[in-house]
């Protein structure tokens, strides 16, 4: 934080963190002509998700240790090209800035080979009370203290 005539001047806030991880095709996600069946992505982006959660604090046991669950209410995703058993793909896992008490996560992913796009898509996680499954309105006091760590709010 630095002053400018006077005026208090904030370090920006990041857009957004990423990580990526690459990981192979395996046998048992391709059909029988090789190619990788549409509902894997879906995995694809739980692996994305567990490497960011890893990197930046933020994964699935963290959130429990602080009495919250976060299930997915939305995914989406857009197909480009196909992967085959024995690809090599590139995750990558962005997560999106917002005010509401939820997390949410965009993925691009890529054959590492040619760096080609192979499908985008995204998520939405909510915050729920792991005892009384109760949704929270309002950001837990420890992800508003992760957000001020990671973004510069």
Request: with cysteine; charged share 25%; proline share 5%.
């Amino acid at each position: 934080m630095e002053k400018s005539s006077g005026r208090i001047i904030h370090p920006p806030k990041k857009s957004g963190l990423t990580e990526r991880i690459e990981i192979h095709v395996r046998f048992n996600e391709a059909d029988p002509l090789g190619i990788v069946w549409h509902g894997h992505y879906i995995r694809y982006f739980e692996d994305g998700r567990e490497a960011f959660g890893q990197k930046y604090g933020l994964g699935y046991l963290d959130v429990y240790k602080q009495g919250f669950i976060v299930p997915i209410v939305s995914v989406e995703c857009d197909y480009k090209k196909s992967l085959r058993y024995g690809d090599r793909m590139i995750i990558e896992t962005t997560y999106l800035p917002c005010e509401a008490a939820k997390i949410q996560f965009r993925y691009t992913l890529y054959n590492a080979s040619t760096n080609e796009q192979v499908a985008t898509g995204s998520t939405t996680q909510v915050f729920l009370d792991k005892e009384k499954s109760v949704l929270q309105l309002v950001n837990p006091p420890f992800f508003e203290e992760w957000k001020k760590k990671q973004l510069f709010v």
